[in-house]
């Protein structure tokens, strides 16, 4: 069973940077897809970005620009890179791998991971 943790997460000013990262408990380059979503109150999960086995990456509209997705296989961990921090960030941050299952031909927004972290909370004020 594939386990996720997540760390990183706190409480930012606007305008200013985090690093999320997610610790997995299975060797990052078995997962074809990875990848970060969150969940603000009141609305509903939203892919944030995704990264494939290869390096690829893939952002939604909203932080393309901002925020970048990377790995570190020797560390079994994925990182998220976020800059420019605004309120509307302001989510709890959920980190995803499919643990090799098959989640959709394309790894972006439209996957279906298999395993999923706790979530970290991130505050931007």
């Known amino acids: 069973h594939v386990q996720l943790v997540e760390s990183g997460g706190g409480s930012v000013q606007a305008g200013g940077s985090l690093r999320l990262s997610c610790f997995v408990s299975e060797y990052t380059y078995n997962h074809h897809c990875m990848g970060w979503f969150r969940q603000a109150p009141g609305k509903e999960r939203e892919a944030v970005a995704a990264i494939e086995s290869e390096g690829s990456t893939s952002y939604a509209d909203s932080v393309k620009g901002r925020f970048t997705i990377s790995k570190d296989n020797a560390k079994n961990t994925v990182y998220l890179q976020m800059n420019s921090l605004s309120t509307e960030d302001t989510a709890v941050y959920y980190c995803?791998?499919?643990?090799?299952?098959?989640?959709?031909?394309?790894?972006?927004?439209?996957?279906?991971?298999?395993?999923w972290g706790q979530g970290t909370q991130v505050t931007v004020s």
């Open positions: 995803a791998a499919d643990g090799g299952k098959y989640g959709g031909p394309y790894c972006d927004s439209s996957y279906e991971f298999a395993y």
